[in-house]
């Protein structure tokens, strides 16, 4: 079962950038694409630091973790 979405308030000149990299894309898959890159890159430090991982092999991983949470939404 999952979650009813959550409403958020976002700056509106934030919003206006995001629309402007890719024009047409719904607001919410905008925001909920910036929260899974943001995740990835946590991801990717958390990686670096605990498994003493270059930055290349993190970064796969990494990129790896974000398509992983896409397939699974």
């Known amino acids: 079962m999952s979650k009813p979405p959550t409403s958020v308030l976002i700056d509106t000149d934030i919003l206006e950038e995001l629309r ?3 024009p047409g894309k719904p607001d919410r898959e905008l925001l909920e694409d910036l929260a899974l890159r943001k995740l990835g890159l946590r991801t990717i430090r958390r990686l670096q630091e605990r498994f003493n ?14 398509h992983q949470a896409r397939r699974e939404s």
Do not use: F, K, N
């Not at 991982?53 to 974000?66: D, K, M, Q, S, Y």
């Open 20 to 22: 402007a990299d890719e």
């Open 53 to 66: 991982l270059p930055e290349h092999e993190a970064i796969r991983v990494g990129v790896e973790a974000v």
